[in-house]
Protein backbone atom coordinates (compact mmCIF):
# COMPACT_ATOMS: atom_id res chain seq x y z
CA UNK A 1 0.00 0.00 0.00
CA UNK A 2 0.97 3.47 -0.58
CA UNK A 3 1.84 5.93 2.04
CA UNK A 4 -0.63 8.92 1.17
CA UNK A 5 -1.81 11.61 3.49
CA UNK A 6 -5.25 10.79 5.01
CA UNK A 7 -7.20 14.21 5.79
CA UNK A 8 -10.35 14.63 8.47
CA UNK A 9 -13.22 15.45 5.84
CA UNK A 10 -15.55 16.51 8.90
CA UNK A 11 -15.07 17.23 12.34
CA UNK A 12 -17.82 16.34 15.04
CA UNK A 13 -17.80 18.63 18.23
CA UNK A 14 -20.01 19.74 21.08
CA UNK A 15 -18.80 17.09 23.87
CA UNK A 16 -17.59 17.93 27.26
CA UNK A 17 -15.42 15.01 27.86
CA UNK A 18 -13.96 12.03 25.95
CA UNK A 19 -15.60 10.52 23.18
CA UNK A 20 -15.65 6.26 24.14
CA UNK A 21 -17.88 4.79 21.44
CA UNK A 22 -19.52 5.39 17.72
CA UNK A 23 -22.00 3.80 15.45
CA UNK A 24 -23.46 4.45 12.28
CA UNK A 25 -26.51 4.27 10.35
CA UNK A 26 -27.51 5.35 6.75
CA UNK A 27 -26.63 9.15 6.87
CA UNK A 28 -26.11 9.24 10.66
CA UNK A 29 -23.43 8.77 13.19
CA UNK A 30 -23.71 8.43 16.56
CA UNK A 31 -21.65 9.05 19.63
CA UNK A 32 -21.20 8.43 23.18
CA UNK A 33 -19.01 10.31 25.47
CA UNK A 34 -17.82 10.17 28.84
CA UNK A 35 -19.81 13.46 29.76
CA UNK A 36 -23.39 11.32 29.58
CA UNK A 37 -24.51 12.06 26.39
CA UNK A 38 -25.27 10.67 23.03
CA UNK A 39 -25.21 12.86 19.77
CA UNK A 40 -26.70 12.39 16.84
CA UNK A 41 -24.72 13.70 13.92
CA UNK A 42 -27.27 13.54 10.89
CA UNK A 43 -24.84 13.90 7.33
CA UNK A 44 -27.06 14.79 4.68
CA UNK A 45 -29.29 17.31 6.80
CA UNK A 46 -26.26 18.72 8.74
CA UNK A 47 -28.00 18.74 12.06
CA UNK A 48 -27.07 17.14 15.38
CA UNK A 49 -29.23 16.63 18.14
CA UNK A 50 -28.40 15.16 22.08
CA UNK A 51 -29.49 13.11 24.40
CA UNK A 52 -28.36 13.27 27.85
CA UNK A 53 -28.28 10.14 29.85
CA UNK A 54 -26.73 11.30 32.50
CA UNK A 55 -23.90 8.30 33.41
CA UNK A 56 -21.08 7.80 31.00
CA UNK A 57 -21.68 5.61 28.18
CA UNK A 58 -19.04 3.18 26.62
CA UNK A 59 -20.62 1.30 24.32
CA UNK A 60 -23.47 1.91 21.38
CA UNK A 61 -25.18 -0.24 18.80
CA UNK A 62 -27.98 0.30 15.95
CA UNK A 63 -31.05 -1.78 15.51
CA UNK A 64 -30.71 -2.75 11.28
CA UNK A 65 -33.90 -0.43 10.74
CA UNK A 66 -31.77 2.53 12.37
CA UNK A 67 -34.79 3.72 14.19
CA UNK A 68 -33.36 2.41 17.80
CA UNK A 69 -29.82 3.11 19.44
CA UNK A 70 -28.98 0.70 21.93
CA UNK A 71 -26.27 2.44 24.63
CA UNK A 72 -24.19 0.50 27.38
CA UNK A 73 -23.86 2.86 30.65
CA UNK A 74 -21.54 2.79 33.79
CA UNK A 75 -25.04 2.98 36.21
CA UNK A 76 -25.15 -0.74 34.71
CA UNK A 77 -27.97 -0.45 32.08
CA UNK A 78 -28.32 -1.06 28.41
CA UNK A 79 -30.81 1.54 27.05
CA UNK A 80 -32.45 1.43 23.98
CA UNK A 81 -33.35 4.53 22.66
CA UNK A 82 -35.63 6.15 20.06
CA UNK A 83 -33.14 7.50 17.57
CA UNK A 84 -36.19 9.84 16.05
CA UNK A 85 -37.48 11.79 19.67
CA UNK A 86 -35.02 10.58 22.27
CA UNK A 87 -37.31 8.38 24.40
CA UNK A 88 -35.85 5.83 26.49
CA UNK A 89 -37.85 2.72 25.31
CA UNK A 90 -36.43 -0.08 27.35
CA UNK A 91 -33.90 -0.93 30.13
CA UNK A 92 -32.01 -4.17 30.75
CA UNK A 93 -30.12 -4.66 33.92
CA UNK A 94 -28.45 -7.33 35.81
CA UNK A 95 -24.94 -7.11 34.45
CA UNK A 96 -22.52 -4.93 36.46
CA UNK A 97 -20.91 -2.15 34.12
CA UNK A 98 -19.54 0.54 36.62
CA UNK A 99 -16.12 2.09 35.69
CA UNK A 100 -14.59 -0.20 32.86
CA UNK A 101 -15.43 0.59 28.87
CA UNK A 102 -17.70 -2.30 27.46
CA UNK A 103 -19.79 -3.07 24.14
CA UNK A 104 -23.15 -3.92 23.39
CA UNK A 105 -24.48 -5.74 20.24
CA UNK A 106 -27.78 -6.70 19.11
CA UNK A 107 -28.61 -9.98 17.57
CA UNK A 108 -29.05 -9.39 13.27
CA UNK A 109 -32.39 -10.39 13.73
CA UNK A 110 -32.70 -7.76 16.57
CA UNK A 111 -34.48 -10.00 18.75
CA UNK A 112 -32.19 -10.00 21.56
CA UNK A 113 -30.01 -7.42 23.29
CA UNK A 114 -26.29 -8.50 23.91
CA UNK A 115 -24.25 -7.03 26.68
CA UNK A 116 -21.75 -7.84 28.89
CA UNK A 117 -20.65 -7.95 32.97
CA UNK A 118 -16.99 -6.83 34.73
CA UNK A 119 -17.78 -10.29 36.25
CA UNK A 120 -16.87 -11.79 32.79
CA UNK A 121 -19.97 -12.80 31.59
CA UNK A 122 -22.25 -11.96 28.63
CA UNK A 123 -25.81 -11.50 29.02
CA UNK A 124 -28.60 -11.75 26.22
CA UNK A 125 -32.03 -9.71 26.90
CA UNK A 126 -35.28 -9.86 24.80
CA UNK A 127 -35.13 -6.92 23.08
CA UNK A 128 -38.97 -6.14 23.27
CA UNK A 129 -40.10 -7.77 26.92
CA UNK A 130 -36.47 -6.23 28.69
CA UNK A 131 -36.25 -9.44 30.20
CA UNK A 132 -32.89 -11.81 30.66
CA UNK A 133 -33.07 -14.57 28.84
CA UNK A 134 -29.27 -16.21 29.21
CA UNK A 135 -26.54 -15.56 31.16
CA UNK A 136 -23.02 -17.13 31.18
CA UNK A 137 -19.49 -17.20 32.18
CA UNK A 138 -17.48 -16.00 29.46
CA UNK A 139 -14.15 -14.47 30.48
CA UNK A 140 -12.21 -14.70 33.85
CA UNK A 141 -12.41 -11.14 33.94
CA UNK A 142 -14.15 -8.18 32.11
CA UNK A 143 -15.62 -8.51 28.83
CA UNK A 144 -14.26 -5.77 26.87
CA UNK A 145 -16.08 -6.14 23.50
CA UNK A 146 -18.48 -8.16 21.63
CA UNK A 147 -19.22 -8.90 18.36
CA UNK A 148 -21.68 -10.52 16.46
CA UNK A 149 -21.71 -12.35 13.27
CA UNK A 150 -24.07 -11.48 11.16
CA UNK A 151 -25.54 -15.03 10.56
CA UNK A 152 -26.23 -14.62 14.13
CA UNK A 153 -24.73 -17.96 14.93
CA UNK A 154 -21.28 -16.58 16.13
CA UNK A 155 -20.46 -14.08 19.34
CA UNK A 156 -17.13 -13.16 19.55
CA UNK A 157 -15.92 -11.62 22.56
CA UNK A 158 -12.76 -9.88 24.21
CA UNK A 159 -11.33 -9.34 27.62
CA UNK A 160 -8.90 -8.11 30.29
CA UNK A 161 -7.79 -11.93 30.77
CA UNK A 162 -5.91 -11.70 27.28
CA UNK A 163 -8.37 -13.63 25.54
CA UNK A 164 -10.88 -13.66 22.66
CA UNK A 165 -13.17 -16.21 22.33
CA UNK A 166 -15.85 -17.53 19.65
CA UNK A 167 -19.10 -18.47 20.98
CA UNK A 168 -21.56 -20.86 18.99
CA UNK A 169 -25.60 -21.22 19.31
Do not use: N
Not at 63 to 75: E, F, H, K
Not at 88 to 104: E, N
Amino acid sequence: MKSRSIDAIQVLKGFQDSVTCVATSGASIFAGSVDGSVRRFDVRMGRATADQLHHPITGLAVTRDGLCLLAACTDSTLRLLDVGGGQQLATYTGHVHAAVKMDCCLTPSDAYVVGSSETGEVFYWDLVKAEMVEQFKAHGGVVTSMSMHPDGELLLTSSVDGVVKVWAK
